[in-house]
């Protein structure tokens, strides 16, 4: 990236940077970039291990080029299925998703690990889970949808990029990203500056930890000392800081389902980006696919979502409260099989896997696969809060006393009516809040109020400041889905991802289990435009993305649940007809439709909007002969753990002829069975 200067700040930088002084002291920085890279696959090492992948099990797995990058980088997908009784493309399948957050490494290296997971167990058993499962079911995988932003982790310069790069006037002065952030110091890191301005100072160094920073609290006779901003000068000498960064779309804002229209980083257009396209084209065109499961920055496997808050349109922002018992049942297994904690979700209008649900109408879980341990917690020590997801207790509600609550308790009722409202809150920041509040905020959404009239908004801090989206938050004019940038030009992290509290547990977890390497410690420099300030902050990727060492055992717990959820799938079948005869050639026809399955055949928004195409019964009889009973009945869900839908005919028919029964699902196959009318 290169580094501009206004001419006349040119001139002036080029003296200070040779005077001596501490900003030319290296930053201090534990992270070996070489062992962080080591595993994490680029563009071409992913593309050489799918077609090994799919070379060492000709039978099993299919590869395909589904689309092309912005840039031109073929987007991936590959098919796995053991021989059965049903062709692939026919059965019951999921499609597993990553990388469409393009800093998201994490995904697409566990999705390819546990897609080879799967068939290692399989071809060493072929009566294991994983053989007995492929052989009637099928997985997709897509690894990495947005190829070009995965590629600048390889880079010389990082920064935590999240959308592709699709060129873009951010702030409309008909320049195209022409201020983007700057690598000052030189170490190769895009950080964090703390501008030293009194005018507009807003943070303070933390007494607790003067690597992080907090609102001053005036009671206490606190000050203001600086404010943050992303690291970076003006560019175009327009008084705004790296307000027009190289550009792009986020594509988990690109999709159809609350489409946020006009507003940044969201595209054109629905689908306008080509990696969104072909992913959704992939998924119409495999009309088979049952469940998705999407690897990436959103949730809703750890925290189950309440069910509430619609879109203008009537919608469910989420997921519809009919539906909250398969999430609930879902998460509680993810939970048990991969112990994942410390798990928070931005805001889903957008997002493939929320179109995948409400408009593609199937069951579809979001997780980001890891997060900080929970050793991290309380000085390293594991406690009952975070040893384990805490379950909703007697009594309780959900809740638990004080400050500092895991977001795995269930706030997801009070974020979804915060985001219905417009706030940009995550489950961290709401889990912070007191009892009293959480009480009165549920109360306010009981009573159906648009706004709290009285106390904090779910959106602050627990301090009783502004809620801030990442170090030094600040609001600008304009917004990158998390990334802020304005007047002062104070963007901040990808929302959602971290809070006050969850920046010392990674601090923690930096210093007690990453020898530091998550953090570049705070050092003077001598900024050609701001005057003092100091750079450093949490490094790129550290809070996204585990070390590779770690992946292969993040993959075979991905592996269990999939197998998990395989193992959940409906199973509807017709139950033998019972046949009774009531007079010549007059016959009673019984039967039913049973779902022996864990998870019902059919969610409930699918019911409600009719994506899903129906189960059909169909009775092989010209309509006339039918006397009672739907000779052709379209059933929407079936409920499961032996759901039952039941079916009564009475038709004329010769004796001794034969009748016909069939039942099809574009979903879960085509069956039929035959009976007889005999006489007496």
């Not at 964090?192 to 160094?205: G, L, Q, S, W």
Request: some cysteine; charged content about 25%; proline content about 7%.
């Amino acid at each position: 990236m290169a580094f501009r200067l206004p001419l006349a700040v040119s001139l002036c930088s080029g003296l200070l940077l040779l005077a001596p002084g501490p900003m030319l002291a290296p930053p201090l920085y534990a992270q070996d970039a070489a062992t962080q890279d080591a595993g994490y696959h680029n563009y071409s090492q992913l593309t050489a291990s799918l077609r090994s992948l799919a070379a060492s099990h000709r039978d099993w797995v299919q590869l395909t080029a589904i689309g092309q990058s912005l840039q031109g980088r073929t987007l991936w997908a590959i098919r796995l299925a053991l021989p059965g009784e049903v062709e692939p493309d026919k059965r019951p399948s999921l499609l597993l998703t990553a990388g469409l957050d393009g800093d998201h490494l994490v995904g697409g290296e566990v999705a390819l690990r546990a897609a080879a997971e799967l068939l290692r167990r399989a071809g060493e058993d072929a009566e294991s889970s994983a053989a007995k499962l492929l052989r009637r079911y099928t997985l997709y995988v897509v690894p990495r949808v947005n190829p070009d932003a995965a590629e600048l982790y390889f880079a010389d310069l990082r920064q935590d990029i999240v959308r592709n790069r699709r060129p873009d006037d951010a702030d409309r002065d008909l320049r195209i990203d022409e201020d983007p952030p700057n690598d000052l110091n030189g170490d190769g890191l895009i950080t964090m500056m703390r501008v030293f301005d009194p005018e507009k100072a807003d943070r303070m160094a933390d007494p607790d930890d003067p690597r992080l920073d907090i609102a001053p609290d005036a009671e206490k006779g606190q000050r203001a000392e600086f404010y943050v901003m992303i690291e970076g000068i003006d560019d175009d000498g327009d008084g705004q800081y790296n307000e027009d960064d190289i550009g792009g779309v986020d594509l988990n804002r690109n999709f159809m389902h609350g489409f946020q229209e006009h507003e940044d980083g969201v595209g054109r257009y629905p689908l306008s980006e080509p990696e969104a396209l072909a992913l959704l084209e992939y998924t119409l065109s495999h009309q088979n696919i049952a469940i998705a499961l999407t690897y990436g920055r959103h949730d809703n496997l750890n925290n189950t979502p309440s069910g509430q808050g619609t879109l203008n349109g009537g919608a469910p922002i989420n997921i519809d409260g009919g539906d909250v018992p398969i999430y609930r049942a879902v998460g509680e297994s993810f939970r048990k099989i991969t112990d994942l904690v410390n798990v928070s979700s931005p805001a889903v209008e957008g997002s493939f896997h929320a179109w995948a649900y409400a408009q593609y109408g199937i069951p579809s879980f979001a997780t980001p696969v890891w997060s900080r341990p929970a050793a991290a917690e309380k000085g390293g020590e594991r406690t009952e809060e975070n040893a384990a997801p805490p379950e909703r207790r007697e009594g309780e509600g959900g809740e638990r006393p004080g400050r500092g609550r895991m977001v795995n308790d269930d706030f997801s009722d009070l974020l979804d009516a915060a985001r219905a409202r417009g706030m940009e809150v995550t489950l961290e920041q709401i889990a912070a809040l007191p009892p009293e509040q959480i009480a009165f905020y549920r109360q306010m959404i009981a009573g159906g109020s648009a706004r709290p009239t009285g106390g904090t908004d779910p959106g602050a801090t627990p301090g009783g400041g502004e809620a801030q989206p990442g170090p030094g938050g600040g609001r600008g004019r304009f917004q990158r889905g998390g990334e802020q940038s304005g007047e002062t030009a104070r963007p901040a992290r990808p929302a959602g991802r971290v809070s006050a509290e969850g920046d010392k547990g990674w601090l923690t977890y930096s210093d007690e289990q990453r020898e530091g390497a998550g953090f570049v410690s705070w050092t003077d420099f001598d900024h050609p435009q701001l005057g003092r300030v100091q750079i450093g902050g949490f490094a790129p990727y550290f809070r996204t993305n585990p070390p590779a060492e770690e992946l292969d055992a993040l993959a075979v717990k991905q592996a269990d649940f999939i197998l998990d959820v395989l193992e959940k799938m409906p199973k509807v079948s017709l139950t033998a007809p019972t046949v009774t005869r009531l007079a010549p050639g007059l016959y009673e026809i019984k039967a039913a439709l049973v779902n022996d399955g864990f998870l019902p055949a059919g969610t409930r928004m699918a019911v409600r909007n009719r994506r899903a195409r129906p189960f059909v019964v169909r009775l092989d009889t010209p309509v006339e002969n039918v006397l009672s009973g739907q000779r052709v009945s379209k059933i929407w869900s079936v409920a499961g753990s032996g759901g039952r839908n039941d079916f009564r005919w009475i038709v004329r028919a010769a004796d001794g002829s034969a009748l016909t029964i069939t039942l099809y699902s574009e979903k879960y196959g085509q069956s039929g069975t035959t009976v007889t009318l005999e006489a007496p």
